[in-house]
Structure formats: C-alpha cells, structure tokens
C-alpha cells in the first residue's frame, strides 16, 4: 500500500553508482536479491520503487519479483524514516513489563502511529520484534542508543533530548 | 602472548551494551593508562555472562570479583583501589557473593550453582573475537578429531549414540537428521545453521554467537564432513548486529588459519561458509521458508516431504540444525557420547539453554541439565519474583508454545514433559509472570504476533488466526460470550491439523494453553465482565476509596469528561458510564485513594 503523501524521490547520482556497483559484485550470486536490497536500503534508508527498478534491472529479474521481496520482510521499507528512528520492543518479555504503556505513550506525545514519521521527518516510530536485551526490560531504540527499565512517564523526558 | 598479572572481562552482549559496557570498557582503558597499568592488566571483552539483570557486568580475575552495575563514574575507582592497591571495591560487588569478608566463588552463587555450561560453555570466558583463544579451551580439537581419526559414519554414529535432539524447538534426535542427510545421493550437498532467532523474549542464540561464535563454525564444519557436504550457510538475524560481525571475524580468522576453506588439517575435505541475513520476517525459523530466503525468495515454507535432507537448499539434500544444537557438536566429539547422555532424563539428554525473562529477578541466560524442575529454575536461579508478587505462570515456547500454571511447576523440564502439559520446549524462551499479568491478554498478544508472522501462504494460518485473534479481541473488550470460548476452542484444532508449517500448527498452542489453565480468567472477562488481574482497559475500572478521599475535588477537576463528583470534604464517586479509563484521576490523587480494578 502506498502511503498518502509520497515523498518524492531524491536519489543522487554518487547513490545510483555506489547501488550499481553493489549489484556488479553480487550479480553472479545465487540468491542475490536480499543481501543486495540491504545494502541499498543502507545507501538510500528506504527502499522506493525507483530503487528497486534499477535492481531489477541491474540482477535481470522481474520487478514484480523484487517488490514481493521488499513487501515481505519487514526490515525493508517502502517509505523513508525519520531522522530518529524510535523502536518500542514488544517481545514478550518486554511486554509482560509493560511496553504496550510505552508504545501507547509515545503515540500519544508524538501523535504517529506505528509505521509513521512525524511531520517535520524528526521521528518515526516502529513496534520492533525482540531485540535481545530482555534482561533490561522494557526497552526502547532510538537509533544507536538503548534505553532500559523504563516506566510510564520518562518517555517525555527522552524524546526531548532530541 | 604477553604475561599480564590480571584480566578484567568485561561483557560484551546485547545486554550489557545496551547499558553501556562500550563507554566503560574505553574508560577502563583510559584509566589503566594514566595508571601505567596498561602492561599488566588485560581488558578482555567476552560474551554474555547470563546475569543481564545486573548488567554493565565487570570480573576481574584473579580474584575473580564480580562487580555489578557498573557505572563509567566507577571506573577509576576500580582501577585505583583494586587493581593498583589490592583493595576490592566492596560496594560494587555483587551482594550474592559477597560473605563476610570473604568472596565466594561464583559457581557457588544461586544463580550459576544449578547450571551445567556446555553450549554456553566458553561464553564469558574467552575474547569471541580472537580466534588463538578458542584454540586455547579445546577448539578445533574435535574437528581435528573427525577429519583425522573418525570415519563420516563413525561421526554420525557418535552424535546419535549422544541423544542429542534439535534445540531449536522440534527436538528431532540430530544424528538421526544427519543420518538422512548422508543418506542422500548428490554431488553437492549445504550444511546450513538457523540462526533466526525470532521468538520473542528469547536470545540464547544471540548469546552463543557473540560469546562463542568459533563453536558453531567447528560443529558446521564436523557435520559437513559427516554428510558429504562442501558448503555452508549461516542464515541470522539483521536485528542481531554484533553477532553478525563477531561471527564474520571468526569465519574471517578460521579461513586465515586454514581451518575454512581447501584441504582442511591436510585432508581432502573442503568446506566454505558465508553468512545470510535475514530481513525480519518470523516465518523464516521454520526449516523450509529459512532456505527459501536463502535462495533470495519471499521466505514462505514449502510443503514436506520433501524434507530438507532430500531436497533442501537450492533442490539440493541439505542439512540444517539450530545455533545451539551445534554449539554442543564439539563437545560431544571430544568427551565422548556416553559422557553427554550422562546428563539429562532418559529421552532428553544434555542441556538446554534457556532466557529468563519477565516478572523475574535473575533475568538472564541460564543453562541447566534436562529434568530440571520449574521450580528449581525460578526460585533458585532465577532468585524469585520481583516484589513479593505471587506466581502465575510461566510461558515457554514462545508463539508456539503455552503458559505453564503454578500447580506444574515442579514438571522435570524436558521435550516430552513440556509436551505433555500443553507446551513446548521451543527455542528456550522462559518468561514468568506474576499475578499482575491477564493471560487472555497474553494469549491475544502471541495471536497479534502470529497475525503478523503469517506469511499467508496457506489458509487456514492466514484466515485462521485472524478469526482467532477478533474472537480474543472480542473478549478482552467484554463483549464476548461463552459459546464464543467453545467455538476458539474448536478453530484451534481445525488449524492445528490443517495449516501448512510448524508455524501454523502451533500457533493455536497460546490460545489453548491458557483454556486449559486459566479458563476461569476467561470466563471472568465473558460472565463477569471484569479482568481479574486487572489489564484489559475496557473492563477495568478506576474506583475511589472512599476511606481513604478527603474530598478534596482534585480529580473531578483533572477528570476530562466530568465523570467525577462528589461535595467537597466527603467522598467523591467515579460514574463508570462516562469513565473512559485515562487514569488521570489516579495520578492526580494525593492521597492514594484511587484505584484501578
């Protein structure tokens, strides 16, 4: 499903040769597509159809294929994120402490839901599977730093740092 | 290597990372510099301890202290009192060993005292990232062994004789599954390592792979030799990134050494292996969709037979065990088969590894011999639940897998006793809850999760589990009846027998579970409209004690759509009507007098 307010497409030209060098080493792989669309999702931060046509193209397989890929696991993403990228783990552990409370509270501050960015593309917020530190439950990602042993009412308090 | 005088180990899992092992392991170092200690003190950073509740973990041996949440503002004390004067930093330590003024040894403590390391066995011992030190504790021995002193069926025969069964939740008997493998006639032949690790609230794997990842390049390189095979995979995590690159490093240092690649110890047996990410999609821990996505497809499962070891990876017969199944391999080789099927019950032999999680004060990872109770695992490992709360249930198997009540807790943990009580092994998720947990709830939680896992290849998983879901959603909202309990009922089965993989046909397992155990919660939400424990918001209620109200009219004044009321100085009453369950008013009270129910 494409979203309502497609941002439009700002690849450079620097992206677009790093992406087609990318596919030149893995284009006699068996099995090329996936390790290919993660290193252009690294390259681009999302994965838009204008990417994907030059994958297609650049592995010679059918667009269609490549989009059932993108659409099917859920690390690849159609739509760009934000700035800060916010992961609520709902693994059971974290759960069972209370994560659903936070999920809700940060919905409530930001006024997204998941899957969404905020307006001004500061923060986009995603309910993430299990990221393995059960043991600081419940836990939150915002990009590369790890918040742990939250309760209700900090989260107000970390978003501002940002 | 250099002599040094001591060794701080400082762990390096996902758990202590994530608060913040990285920042004090650059401080320690900082400090041992400016101390001139730098040349007799070794900051060594291994994988998990298993302790996570008490991370940023910190040993320092020889003395072998344990220190426990660590702070960066702690460092220099550290350094200066105990490494440069001998004085140990008391107050840092953690309390369990601390007795008197002595320290006891850690093996001594609760926590690890019940447990037997095999699989975790070099996890918190050695630097994962340098390949001489696995080398140091035995590595590459039992490879050694096979490709030089053991035939391939000699091989098969020494993992079937062990007992051994699939960790990743089947537990199908191993040997029997490299025996089938071997079985097949083909030029080219996969050894392949489910490193998919999805279930929530489960991180053995992780563990195995950032502590030890040499381990598992050992075992795959053993069974590739039993089978025939030249090539292998590890299909892991993306979500797991310090595994993935500490898991590189070793194959990268294997293939440096000569232990990966042509000829390996001499021998005419070559063997290559390469990582595969996965890209989030649950489904791809079942056998056939992991191998799907390995081919670069949409991960969706394939209909068995053929099994995998006929035709698996690519049409061709491949081989594929769990991270922890192959963490053992070694082992087993090396001290002989009878000494593994020493430990454990008579139909599960060995260990199992398992992640302590939820209401529980030892959270961690904890390996302990088959037969092991419940309650042993809980009470004396796990140190008990966190305030005072009672027990309720524990749940393992993750999605696949059921809620274990209070009356079963002294179950002997194995495949078939976990079977037999409506639950499953499964990966070794262990997650304990507390009397403040509705397991209605629980049970819509792991039915959202499957929802969303469901690749929706086959109906009855697709249709099946969504129908499943509205009907639990329906209760938890109070609006479901009781034949609407008995039709859940009968629509697990139907999907049990009829969906396509082992996704679908456990999925129901949750559901079921929790009728078995606590039909009376369910119940409560269907008759009595009220969840017992206290979570469903459409049927909690914020109460006001009238007791305990001084009347001081702050919540009617908080309360957003005027549903409080009351004369000021006597007790005020909430209208349950036009209460919509924001809990303002109970933040708002001073005096403790209102609550939810």
Not at chain 2, 2 to 30: F, N, P, Q, W, Y
Not at chain 2, 272 to 291: K, N, P, Q, S, Y
Not at chain 2, 503 to 510: D, F, H, I, K, Y
């Amino acid at each position: 499903m494409e979203k309502k307010n497609k941002m439009p497409f700002k690849g450079t030209k620097e992206q677009e040769a790093q992406l087609r060098a990318v596919i030149a080493e893995h284009k006699d792989e068996k099995g090329a597509a996936i390790p290919v669309l993660h290193k252009a999702q690294d390259i681009y931060g999302y994965l838009p159809i204008e990417v994907q046509e030059i994958i297609a193209e650049g592995l010679g397989v059918p667009l269609a294929e490549i989009y059932g890929i993108v659409t099917f696991y859920t690390q690849f993403s159609l739509n760009p994120k934000g700035e800060y990228q916010i992961g609520v783990c709902l693994g059971t552990a974290c759960y069972v402490k209370g994560s659903g409370d936070i999920l809700q509270e940060i919905k409530d501050i930001l006024k997204i839901d998941v899957g969404e960015c905020t307006p001004d593309g500061k923060f986009s917020l995603d309910a993430t599977r299990c990221v393995g530190a059960c043991g600081l439950a419940p836990v939150v990602t915002i990009n590369d730093d790890v918040y742990g042993r939250l309760t209700k009412g900090e989260i107000g308090g970390i978003l501002a740092k940002y | 290597m250099d002599m040094v005088r001591g060794h701080v180990l400082c762990c390096g899992g996902t758990g202590c990372t994530s608060s913040g092992c990285e920042a004090i392991i650059k401080e320690m170092e900082a400090q041992l510099a400016a101390n001139g200690l730098e040349k007799e003190i070794k900051v060594i950073k291994p994988g998990c301890f298993g302790l996570c509740a008490l991370g940023p973990v910190m040993i320092v041996y020889p003395e072998g202290c344990f220190y426990s949440r660590v702070k960066v503002e702690d460092v220099k004390e550290i350094v200066e009192e105990h490494l440069l004067k001998g004085r140990i930093v008391k107050r840092l330590l953690y309390q369990e060993t601390v007795h008197g003024d002595d320290i006891k040894s850690l093996n001594e403590v609760d926590f690890y005292k019940k447990q037997k390391r095999v699989a975790l066995r070099n996890c918190g011992v050695i630097n994962p990232e340098n390949i001489d030190e696995y080398i140091a504790f035995d590595g590459y021995k039992a490879l050694g062994k096979c490709l030089t002193e053991m035939t391939r069926e000699e091989v098969i025969e020494e993992i079937k004789k062990s007992g051994l069964r699939g960790r990743g939740g089947g537990g199908f008997p191993t040997g029997l599954k490299w025996q089938f493998a071997y079985n097949s006639k083909s030029d080219k032949k996969y050894v392949c390592c489910n490193a998919d690790e999805g279930d929530p609230g489960a991180f053995m794997d992780r563990s195995i792979l950032e502590g030890d990842p040499h381990s598992v390049i050992e075992a795959m390189a053993i069974a590739a030799y039993a089978i025939g095979a030249d090539q292998g995979f590890v299909y892991i995590r993306a979500e797991y990134p310090i595994a993935v690159k500490r898991l590189q490093i070793a194959i990268n240092q294997a293939k440096e050494y000569g232990l990966l690649g042509k000829n390996i110890f001499g021998t005419d047996f070559n063997f290559d292996l390469e990582i595969r990410l996965g890209a989030g999609a649950f489904v791809c821990g079942e056998e056939t969709a992991l191998m799907t996505s390995i081919e670069g497809k949409r991960g969706e499962p394939r209909p068995r037979p053929p099994f995998p070891a006929v035709k698996g990876l690519w049409e061709q017969p491949t081989l594929l065990n769990n991270v922890e199944t192959y963490a053992n391999i070694a082992q087993i080789i090396n001290n002989g088969a009878e000494w593994f099927a020493s430990m454990g019950t008579e139909k599960s032999k060995g260990t199992k590894v398992f992640a302590l999680g939820g209401k529980i004060n030892n959270t961690g990872l904890v390996e302990i011999p088959m037969g092991t109770t419940l309650r042993e695992i809980i009470e004396d490992i796990g140190g008990g639940i966190p305030g005072g709360k009672k027990f309720k249930a524990a749940q393992t198997g993750g999605p696949s897998g059921g809620c274990i009540p209070a009356h079963l807790m002294d179950t002997p943990i194995d495949y078939d006793s976990l079977i037999a009580i409506g639950s499953m092994m499964g990966s070794g998720g262990l997650i304990v809850m507390d009397e403040d947990n509705c397991m209605v709830d629980i049970a819509k939680f792991f039915l959202e999760f499957t929802v969303d896992a469901s690749c929706g290849k086959c109906t009855p998983c697709r249709v099946g589990t969504k129908r499943l879901l509205e009907l639990l959603t329906k209760i938890v909202d109070g609006k479901g009846t009781m034949a609407d309990i008995d039709r859940m009922a009968q629509l697990c089965y139907s999907i049990k027998e009829s969906a396509l993989c082992g996704l679908g046909q456990t999925a129901p397992n949750p559901v079921l579970s929790t009728l078995r155990y606590f039909r009376d919660e369910y119940e409560a939400h269907v008759r009595d409209k009220v969840c017992p424990a206290g979570v469903c918001k459409a049927l909690s209620r914020y109460i006001i004690d009238p007791d305990k109200c001084k009347g001081c009219s702050l919540c009617s004044r908080q309360c957003p759509v005027g549903a409080i009321s009351g004369e000021i100085r006597s007790p005020f009453v909430i209208d349950q009507d036009k209460c919509i369950k924001c809990g303002a008013c109970k933040e708002a009270c001073k005096f403790g007098a209102i609550y939810k129910k």
